[in-house]
């Protein structure tokens, strides 16, 4: 199955779970984070006064005490808030002290620091879904290869918009990716109308 069927089959079909890291940098967080396997979505926000990034995982892709494994190599891991008490549990065997239950809520950073990569690239017209969007985010920081995590059809689509903003950088100004899966279709034809009526 290509990587963005797969990754869409997930999004839509799997019981996720949540961990919060605190971070000395969202940006670098959401796209390391993101790079992991069994990571659905990221959001960078505040949380105790500290950068964090919270995500949703698939438990049968990547276990919590991976996950944690790979945000400490990362150095994404300063404190790791957990949601449940067997979560804490687990937490607390692979950073000691650093990990505490999350008695609040995340607080989102401002829009413009959400995937940082992908709302500085042409790619952020596209229409994704969030597991789309936070894996392309990654590989565009991360200089890796972020087309396969797109369908053919966005590809092209993407090769349009690029070719469109590098006649007209505003061409598309004003229009922004909608976060939920069912506006996803909608969006696309906005889009499309907007890039006819600018050639």
């Not at 969007?133 to 920081?141: D, G, P």
């Amino acid at each position: 199955m290509p990587p963005y069927l797969a990754g869409l089959n997930a999004e839509l079909n799997t019981k996720t779970k949540t961990i919060t890291f605190a971070m000395h940098c969202y940006w670098d967080g959401e796209a390391k984070l993101g790079s992991i396997e069994g990571v659905l979505s990221t959001r960078a926000g505040w949380y105790a006064g500290k950068e964090v990034v919270e995500l949703h995982f698939d438990p049968t892709k990547v276990s919590l005490k991976k996950l944690i494994g790979e945000a400490k190599n990362f150095q994404c891991a300063s404190n790791v808030y957990a949601t449940s008490a067997d979560d804490l549990t687990i937490a607390q065997k692979e950073v000691g002290k650093l990990a505490l239950l999350k008695k609040g809520k995340v607080r989102d950073a401002k829009a413009s620091d959400q995937k940082f990569a992908l709302n500085r690239s042409p790619l952020r017209f596209l229409p994704l879904t969030s597991w789309q969007a936070t894996k392309v985010n990654a590989a565009l920081r991360l200089s890796t290869d972020s087309d396969k995590w797109l369908s053919p059809r966005q590809l092209l689509l993407a090769k349009e918009v690029k070719a469109l903003l590098k006649k007209d950088a505003d061409a598309l100004k004003g229009l922004k990716r909608p976060k939920a899966l069912s506006q996803l279709g909608s969006y696309q034809q906005k889009l499309k109308a907007r890039m006819t009526s600018r050639k």
